[in-house]
T-cell receptor
Framework: GQQLNQSPQSMFIQEGEDVSMNCTSS?????WLWYKQDPGEGPVLLIA???AGELTSNGRLTAQFGITRKDSFLNISASIPSDVGIYFC?????????????WGLGTSLAVNP | SAVISQKPSRDICQRGTSLTIQCQVD?????MFWYRQQPGQSLTLIAT?????????ESGFVIDKFPISRPNLTFSTLTVSNMSPEDSSIYLC??????????FGSGTRLTVV
């Protein structure tokens, strides 16, 4: 099925560094979602974006819905060890079959204390 | 957001047997979904569980292999039938809640031996 292009695939950073990851699509979306998945758990919603150009923060996390509606990025500032996990983006269209979530392949983040 | 209880959290099953996974939500939700996540992979939608009618399956998934029940607005089950080692995955229940995007259960880690 359709998937989003999510990059980078993995990151290994030092504690305190900032992190940036992004997703792009060939399709236009009405909603962008960013999730984090810890080992042995289901994905947990971090940020939801509903409007082109929207910039939303959740603590040290900031995400933006691209103006073209075909991309989104997630930034994490001042990383800490508990930021370790896999981050997924997901896009959603407007109606009918397009409302199914389309998922990125994930960005695996490792933080060196 | 909705709270999801998914059982069992993990199981090891013999090939040829079946396993039923339960998903209980603490509030009534319209949309419930079942996903599969193979090791190191992103999420793949299996089907949408429809209350009072047959589930809607995605391409590559069939009712005989993955029968789904949805007797009410807070509960659903997914059965993985006639299991083979290729069915070893994490199975996730998800619901869509207004203004909260999609919430996931903690998943069922299935190993088929």
């Amino acid at each position: 099925g359709q998937q989003l292009n999510q990059s980078p695939q993995s990151m290994f950073i030092q504690e305190g560094e900032d992190v940036s990851m992004n997703c792009t699509s060939s399709s236009i979306f009405n909603t962008w979602l960013w999730y984090k998945q810890d080992p042995g758990e289901g994905p947990v919603l971090l940020i939801a974006l509903y409007k082109a150009g929207e910039l939303t923060s959740n603590g040290r996390l900031t995400a933006q819905f691209g103006i073209t509606r075909k991309d989104s990025f997630l930034n994490i500032s001042a990383s800490i060890p508990s930021d370790v996990g896999i981050y997924f983006c997901a896009g959603q269209g407007s109606a009918g079959n397009n409302r199914k979530l389309i998922w990125g392949l994930g960005t695996s983040l490792a933080v060196n204390p | 957001s909705a709270v999801i209880s998914q059982k069992p959290s993990r199981d090891i099953c013999q090939r040829g047997t079946s396993l039923t996974i339960q998903c209980q939500v603490d509030s009534q939700v319209t949309m419930m979904f079942w996903y599969r996540q193979q090791p190191g992979q992103s999420l793949t939608l299996i089907a949408t569980a429809n209350q009072g009618s047959e589930a809607t399956y995605e391409s590559g998934f069939v009712i005989d292999k993955f029968p789904i029940s949805r007797p009410n607005l807070t509960f659903s089950t997914l059965t993985v039938s006639n299991m083979s080692p290729e069915d070893s995955s994490i199975y996730l229940c998800s619901v869509e809640a207004l203004n909260y995007g999609y919430t996931f259960g903690s998943g069922t880690r299935l190993t088929v031996v």
